[in-house]
Structures are given as structure tokens and as C-alpha cells.
């Protein structure tokens, strides 16, 4: 069974810091996303990969964010320098074949 | 661009209710899902839709896909507390892309 886990669940950092998000799917993926959550903006796509290849960074707000994906388990998603609007929830999710996407449990972010 | 729409934003609505929740779409699709967000946590899988007609149901929940039409509904059953959540429906295009669109979200609320 494909399942999410990211890490940390919650990062509280200074502006200007450089923030790591991280994400292991355990298996049975081919595509990886990368959401953000705000009350204002909804769920917004930042990127995402077909076997570890980018296919779409659209979404990603600035060449402040990038994200990585090394190997079939395990991604980053990177803010540097962070800013207090980067202040969000950040979701992981995985494509399951006919089940759409499983989301991993998320990291509130909160740049102060 | 691939709109899509839920209505009401926000439900309050009484236990033992029956009410409907709106999913409308913008472009083709060949598949929907419904997901469920109680606050503070994750997206949790409802229901996949892989076709015209296609009814699904859960307990209280009943989903449903016209693709002629565009437009998808969640039915609630006689509403009690524990369905209080945030649901969104996301469409995903038929454009081969796995780049699903995500609605914005109906919040409900059931009162006891």
C-alpha cells in the first residue's frame, strides 16, 4: 500500500532561513506532488514528477523554492531565504492508479 | 485553463438533513475524485469517478459524475456531526496530464 510520510509536521523559522521540507513515499507511485495549502489561495500544485523527473514547476512561486526528487523515495522541497508569505501548509502526495492521489499528513510552516 | 467550481463554499446545516454539494468543471474530463479534509489534518480519498454515470456511496455520502454535464454532486443523507469537514472535488483532465485540479472547497458544518 502506497503511504506519505513527510517531515517535520511543523518547522517555525526566521525569515531569511533556509527551510527543508521532506517527503518519503513508501511505494507503488509514479508521480509525486508538491501542494500547498492556504486559507487565501486554496490548494495550489508547486511541481511535480514522473519518476523522479520534474515535469512541471509552474506552481512554484520564485526561484526562492525548489524541489528535488533523488530517488523513488524520497523528495525536498526547499525555501531559501524564507519569507512570513511562504507560511503555509505543505502537502506531499502520491498518484495511485485509479485512486487518485494519497496525501501525506502535511508541514504547517510558519516564517516569523 | 480547466476551471473548477464548488458550491456552497461554506454548508451549515442541521443533524438528520439532506443536502448536495456542487462540483462544476470547465474542460473534458475522464475521472473525479472526492476528498475530505477535517481541520488541521490531511486529504482523505472519498470516492473515484471513472465514468459517465458513475454512483458511489459510503454511509451518508453518495457521489455522482455527468460528464455530458460537466458537473459532479456529493450527496449527504441525513446528516450527523462526524461529516463536519471540509470537502473538495478535483477533476482530472483528459488531456492525458496527471496535473488534477482541485475545487476550493465546500466547508460544512452540522449542528447538533
Known amino acids: 500500500d502506497a503511504g506519505v510520510i513527510q517531515s517535520p509536521r511543523h518547522e517555525v523559522t526566521e525569515m531569511g532561513q533556509e527551510v527543508t521540507l521532506r517527503c518519503k513515499p513508501i511505494?507503488?507511485?509514479?508521480?509525486l506532488f508538491w501542494y500547498r495549502q492556504t486559507m487565501m489561495r486554496g490548494l495550489e500544485l508547486l511541481i511535480y514528477?514522473?519518476?523522479?523527473?520534474?515535469?512541471?514547476d509552474s506552481g512554484m512561486p520564485e526561484d526562492r523554492f525548489s524541489a528535488k526528487m533523488p530517488n523513488a523515495s524520497f523528495s525536498t522541497l526547499k525555501i531559501q531565504p524564507s519569507e512570513p508569505r511562504d507560511s503555509a501548509v505543505y502537502f506531499c502526495?502520491?498518484?495511485?492508479?485509479?485512486?487518485?492521489?494519497?496525501f501525506g499528513s502535511g508541514t504547517r510552516l510558519t516564517v516569523v | 485553463e480547466l476551471k473548477v467550481e464548488q458550491n456552497p463554499l461554506f454548508l451549515s446545516m442541521q443533524e438528520g438533513k439532506n443536502y448536495t454539494i456542487y462540483c462544476n468543471y470547465s474542460?473534458?474530463?475522464?475521472?473525479l475524485y472526492w476528498y475530505r479534509q477535517d481541520p488541521g489534518k490531511s486529504l482523505e480519498s472519498l470516492f473515484v469517478?471513472?465514468?459517465?454515470?458513475a454512483v458511489k456511496q459510503e454511509g451518508r455520502l453518495m457521489a455522482s459524475l455527468d460528464t455530458k454535464a460537466r458537473l459532479s454532486t456529493l450527496h449527504i443523507t441525513a446528516a450527523v456531526h462526524d461529516l463536519s469537514a471540509t470537502y473538495f472535488c478535483?477533476?482530472?483532465?483528459?488531456?492525458?496530464?496527471?496535473?488534477?485540479?482541485f475545487g476550493t472547497g465546500t466547508r460544512l458544518k452540522v449542528l447538533a
Open positions: 502526495a502520491v498518484r495511485r492508479a485509479d485512486y487518485g492521489y494519497t
Open positions: 511505494s507503488g507511485h509514479d508521480y
Open positions: 514528477f514522473n519518476n523522479n523527473v520534474p515535469i512541471d
Open positions: 474542460t473534458t474530463s475522464d475521472r
Open positions: 469517478l471513472l465514468s459517465n454515470g
Open positions: 478535483a477533476v482530472r483532465p483528459t488531456s492525458g496530464t496527471y496535473k488534477y485540479i
